[in-house]
C-alpha cells in the first residue's frame, strides 16, 4: 500500500508562487484530480476582515492556480461559503481573492445561493459516526459538488474548538449550511464524517495549507500571528493536517478528528507513517503553539461542551440564536478587531514580508 505523502518547503516572497507549483507537484496534484473533472477551489474565510494567519492568503490562491493550470486542469470554479458570523463578499474583497480570480477568469459560485446550486438530501454510503444523527431528517449537501475535484486552501493555526484546523475543517463551511452550528458539540466527529463523505462524492481531492504566516492562540480568528515561511500540500487530508499540527507542536494523534479519520481508514494520522517530501527536515521543528479562548469561543464552549448544552435546542434551534449571532459579530468585528486587531494588521503590512507582498496585490 503507498504511503501518505505531504510535501514541505520553505518560502519567501519573491519565489513564492513558483514554490507552490513545485509544492503541488512534490505532493502529487497531477494523480489526485481527475483531468476531466471541474475542479473546485475551496477559499478558507474564517474572518472576512483581514487578519494574518486566519484566511487563504492571496500567493496561496495564485499559486495553487498556476500549479492547477501547468498540470492541464483548465475547468476552474471558486466556491464561496456563508456562516453565521462572516460575510463571503466581504472576506473576497478584503483578502484580494477577486483580482486574483479574474485574472485568471476564473468564475465565483456561492453555495448559499439558488442560482448557484441546490441543497440536496444525501444518503452516504459510510456509517457516520453523528451527522444522521444531528440532521433526522436528513444530511444536505450543495449539488454542485458532486462528481468534481476539490482542492482546499486552508491556513496553518489552532483552533478553540478542534485544537488546530486545515484541510479536513475546510469542508466544513462547504458541505453544511447554515445552521452547521447544530454540530459544534460533536465537531469532532462530524469532520471525520464530512471526510467520508467527500471521498464519495469527490473526483478528486487535494489541499495547500499556508503558513507563510501562522496562527497561534483563540483561533481561528483572534489569533497571534507568527512568520514561518512554510507551505504544505497533500491529496491525503488527514496527513496535512496531521503534520501541521506537529509542527505546532501538538501530539496530531491525540487530537480527536485526526485520530477518528485515521481509525476509520480516511487518511495517516500517525506521522510515523507518513512521508514528507521536499524539505523534510520542517516536519522536525516544533513551534510551541498554544491553544486559546476568547470571550466568544469561550461562551460557545460552556453552552457546547459543558452540562449547560442541555439548553441547545432552546438557544440554537430557535430565534434565539440570533441573540449570540449579534454577540459574536459585535464582540469580534467592532471590539476586538479595532481595539487589537488594526494594530496587528498595521505591524504585519509594515515589519513583515508576506504583509508587505499582501499590499503589492492589487485590492
Keep these: 500500500m503507498q504511503r501518505s505523502k505531504v510535501a514541505i518547503l520553505r ?35 474564517s474572518w472576512h476582515l483581514l487578519y ?45 481573492f477577486g483580482p486574483i480570480l479574474e485574472k485568471y477568469g476564473i468564475p465565483k459560485k456561492y453555495n448559499f445561493l ?30 454542485y459538488f458532486i462528481g468534481k475535484n476539490i482542492v482546499h486552501l486552508p491556513t496553518v493555526k489552532t483552533h478553540s474548538y ?10 466544513f463551511g462547504g458541505l453544511l449550511n447554515t445552521n452547521r452550528h447544530y454540530t459544534h458539540t460533536w465537531i469532532h466527529d ?8 467527500q471521498k464519495e462524492i469527490h473526483t478528486g481531492i487535494f489541499a495547500t495549507m499556508d503558513g507563510t504566516t ?13 512568520q514561518k515561511d512554510v507551505i504544505l500540500a497533500s491529496s491525503d487530508q488527514v496527513a496535512i493536517d496531521a503534520v501541521a499540527a506537529s509542527i505546532m507542536g501538538f501530539d496530531p494523534m491525540k487530537i480527536q478528528y485526526i485520530a477518528h479519520a485515521t481509525e476509520r481508514g480516511l487518511g495517516e494520522g500517525n506521522p510515523k507513517n507518513i512521508e514528507i517530501v521536499g524539505m523534510p527536515e520542517i516536519a522536525n521543528e516544533r513551534w510551541n503553539f498554544k491553544v486559546g479562548v476568547n470571550l466568544g469561543t469561550g461562551t460557545g ?18 430565534p434565539l440564536v440570533n441573540l449570540f449571532i449579534f454577540a ?23 515589519e513583515s514580508p508576506w504583509g508587505q507582498l499582501f499590499e503589492k496585490y492589487p485590492g
Design 11 to 45: 518560502t519567501k516572497p519573491e519565489t513564492v508562487l513558483e514554490d507552490y507549483q513545485r509544492l503541488c507537484d512534490l505532493a502529487g496534484i497531477k494523480e489526485a484530480l481527475d483531468p476531466k473533472a471541474t475542479t473546485i477551489l475551496k477559499d478558507n474565510i
Design 52 to 96: 494574518p494567519s486566519s484566511n487563504t492568503t492571496p500567493w496561496q490562491l495564485e499559486g495553487t492556480i498556476q500549479a492547477l493550470l501547468k498540470n492541464g486542469f483548465n475547468d476552474l470554479v471558486d466556491v464561496h461559503n456563508k456562516t453565521v458570523v462572516t460575510i463571503a463578499d466581504l472576506g473576497d474583497r478584503y483578502n484580494k
Design 114 to 143: 439558488p442560482q448557484d446550486m441546490t441543497w440536496i438530501n444525501y444518503k452516504p454510503k459510510a456509517k457516520m459516526a453523528v451527522l444522521d444523527m444531528i440532521f433526522p431528517d436528513g444530511i444536505y449537501i450543495p449539488d
Design 162 to 171: 478542534t485544537v488546530t484546523t486545515g484541510a479536513m475543517k475546510n469542508a
Design 190 to 197: 462530524t469532520l471525520v464524517d464530512l471526510l467520508a463523505i
Design 214 to 226: 501562522a496562527g497561534s492562540g483563540p483561533g481561528p480568528r483572534t489569533l497571534l500571528p507568527h
Design 301 to 318: 464552549m460552556l453552552l457546547w461542551r459543558s452540562p449547560l448544552r442541555i439548553f441547545q435546542k432552546l438557544l440554537f434551534r430557535t
Design 328 to 350: 459574536s459579530e459585535y464582540y469580534h468585528d467592532h471590539f476586538w478587531y479595532p481595539q487589537n486587531g488594526v494594530k496587528v494588521v498595521q505591524k504585519w503590512k509594515r
